[in-house]
């Protein structure tokens, strides 16, 4: 009984050494998955409240046209604001777009503004970068990107021709 035993010492140890790395390999996906949820939703907030600052800022007379200068002065100042020394790594792009006229008010036409936020996130588990990284892999990151539409906020102006 006891030389049957000795023959078997170190089969838990070999078996343990190749399941254990593909264990920890679908543990660090799945917590690198979680990771990379967490960012997304900063990334798709912060483009959502950007957005918002853009079509505030962006109409400065009734009726006017939009002023892209300025909605994008005003987001890049939120944005050193919100993210503080990584505002460097975030990049903005601020674009309005015109959807038409009023047919009630012909000097008013309706514009959106357009955010598009890349958020890069460090992948921090060993193992994942080769699958969920973006191009090029070896930095080891992630870019999301949230992108998020707004109409810009205009009043009628009461000299309007109908």
Not at 90 to 105: A, C, F, L, Q
């Amino acid at each position: 009984m006891k030389i049957f035993r000795r023959e078997r010492d170190g089969q838990i140890t070999v078996e343990l050494m190749l399941i254990l790395p593909v264990l920890m390999l679908m543990v660090f996906f799945i917590l690198e998955y979680g990771n990379i949820a967490y960012h997304t939703i900063i990334a798709n907030h912060a483009s959502y409240e950007f957005a918002r600052i853009g079509a505030l800022v962006a109409a400065t007379k009734p009726s006017g046209n939009s002023n892209s200068s300025r909605a994008k002065n005003k987001i890049n100042a939120a944005k050193t604001k919100v993210f503080g020394a990584d505002a460097g790594r975030i990049t903005v792009g601020v674009k309005i777009e015109s959807t038409g006229r009023d047919p009630m008010y012909s000097r008013h036409h309706h514009d959106d503004v357009v955010v598009t936020v890349i958020y890069p996130v460090r992948l921090v588990f060993p193992g994942t970068s080769w699958l969920l990284a973006s191009d090029p892999k070896s930095e080891g990151m992630r870019k999301i990107k949230a992108v998020t539409r707004m109409p810009v906020e205009k009043i009628y102006a009461s000299s309007d021709p109908k």
